[in-house]
């Protein structure tokens, strides 16, 4: 299954989502915190979600549980660069926390940009997630949650993102 995301919209089967996306459109990306969401065809990752939350939904997408000491660092400087990272008292680079007092990132579906050997500093954090406002984002892509749910239930493992 491919889902189409062109401008504002996310085209799934017959379904018609309403999104948002990064502050400086749709465009190739060359760096990190550009606000662009990138244009190219990509995989879906897991569903991370928070059980404290979201108490019911279906998923055929490998679930992963988001605990407080989670994050996704976005410093190109680090190893680790774009990659999931558990956060501690030592962590002295920068990253996107998951567990956030909002609900902004109640659900997350990492999209594979730049994920196999990551150039660093083109970018990274690039995910699915929930939004009240459909405000731009930082080059994600943002749903309501009732768009979202609807999206999980059509969506796989196989399922790749086209976005232009």
Known sequence: MIIQLKKNTIFID???????????GIKIKNKESDNITPKGIFNVDCLYYRPDRISYFKSKLKLKIIRKNMGWCNDPSSNNYNRLIKITKNTRYSYEK????????????????????????????IFF????????????????????????????????????
């Open 129 to 164: 997630h929930l939004t009240k406002n459909y405000k731009p984002t930082a080059g994600c892509i943002a749903l309501k949650k009732k768009d979202f749910l609807v999206m999980l239930n059509l969506i796989n493992k196989r399922t790749r993102i086209k976005i232009y």
């Open 98 to 125: 998951l567990y956030r007092k909002d609900c902004k990132y109640d659900f997350i579906i990492p999209i594979s940009y730049n994920f196999n050997k990551p150039i660093k500093g083109k970018g990274s954090a």
């Open 14 to 24: 017959q379904f018609k989502l309403k999104c948002s996306v990064g502050k400086g």
